[in-house]
DNA sequence: ATAATGCGTGAGTAATTGCCCATGAGCAAA
DNA sequence: TTTGCTCATGGGCAATTACTCACGCATTAT
């Protein structure tokens, strides 16, 4: 039986019970009979201590850094949903690490019992996301794809994602017989119109989530690097203020969708909404930057999949 | 598919579950459901955080008690450093609480920018203090063990404190390999002639700050339970006045090296300065109580890390 | 003087957590 | 391929902790 209390103070209490039962690790009923107190006045000083900031909690991994960011982020942009994961300095790679994290949260939408729609869109990064998915049945989902598969020549774009998705998940999927880009706004009209196309759209509207990569803007740009747009084309754009896309949808430095003709002839689905879905956008790197920002502030997205050095970026202004 | 989850391991699931718990105040469950996993693996995860020392947990209050015995420390035997955390009157063990604060301590040292030579004794405190240390890069430092690790049987003495250091402290580090007892003086004239020998000694007498363990004399005394000494030696040991020892130099109730055989069998370097340098004992308990008075009044300490109740004993007379 | 206010207390109860057990997957040796 | 081992898992249950409520005691304002 110790001392009485009113001789030290109740913080000098507070600090002593803390340091019991944190880093002794006693019971709060130890602590009582060892301060002389009753149970609950010795739980009262154990989280007296903590309210006041007495004990200090440190979390000695790297990922402990991680989730920080993740919560900045996630305050700053209000999204439901931020992942970030370590940095690795020594890799250009604008997936390695973020597509893994990708692959871990996909798994965990799929693992769901209650049927889901899956969204999905297309790029580099998501298509290393898809690849790193074990096999799961889970016929009880369906998966759809935001935008199509065929190029401006015809020809089938490499990184249609919903096809190697199709290889590991066994679900019903839903490909999108669809160019990325159409050449006229009316065409895009006509094929939307097809009741295959139709029924594709309406499965995509009812998404509970959606994974998106965001393409940056520039010559070096997925949509120049896959032909979908000339060089000049992109100058243009990028002159009228483009700042990124998703799935296609060109979007301005604030994240507002770029009312331009460009954005007339994409033929992807709209991205599903924001407010009753979750939409992840999957990105890294320091030139897609300012595209993951515009995206951000724009609420085009309202869940992040990135890395440490792109979430320092994102949170240094 | 052979892919593990676990792209980013299991410790980095427990870091993450260690935060959330800790650090975001989460309960279990919303871990669970949040990582899409069972509660029970959740709680799992929590406690691999905390058994692999992933948390962290200190006190930031001074405790007026705990100080003010300080204080009184400090004054009666005229020390550099002392620290007295609160006693855990329920617990036998000797390191709870005092190896987090010398953990703490080291970690202040370690944090300089300036580099430093770090000196280690062994015991079983010191490994409990070595063991909370946090990963730390300090390539401008040194960090050099007093004391061999080989035991008379020609194994390694399991507390050699020095490699567990080498795990978490990216310095460069020198054991000294070498048995803590020799079989004869001579032998040690001929092992510490040695050129690896003769530059970890250097090193070690140019020690800045020296962390040592305090052992006591009896037939339960660490000297004994790890087989250097047998009880008989060590019975007479303490008819020939000796009260401790520190690093295997064995000193009297005045805490003066004791001249007798056995300190000439000792390989383990000389305690480093006293007078230029920060030399902290760690140590607690009543078994303690007179080895730890001895090591103060002979200053062959000139820090110490204690609890309130040795603290208290220390004063009494 | 007396009532209002604030603070701490204990009791009771709901929520949360820790632990043990049986099970099954993964893996290595036979 | 089989056997045996290790380890993670989820369920169930007991222990522990958090919260709410009503009360007592002191201080203060009227």
Redo the contacts with the bound molecule.
Sequence with gaps: MARK?ESHG?LDDAARAGWL?YVAGR???EIASAMG?????A??L??LAVAERLIKVRLDHPIAACLELARALRDKYDLKHVEVVPSDAGSSSTTVGIAEAAAAEIERWLKRSDPIVLAIGTGRTLKAAVDQLPVIECPQHRVVSLTGNIGPDGSAAYYNVIFSMADAIKARHYPMPLPVLVTASEDREVLHAQALVRSTLDISAQADVTFVGIGEMGIDAPLCLDGFLEKDEMLALMKRGAAGEICGWVFDGQGRLLVDPINDRVASAPIPSRETSSVIGIAKGKRKLSAIKAALTGHQINGLITDEATAEFLLRD
């Design positions: 209390l109740r039962y019971t709060q009923d107190i009753s149970r609950q006045s739980q009262r154990v989280s």
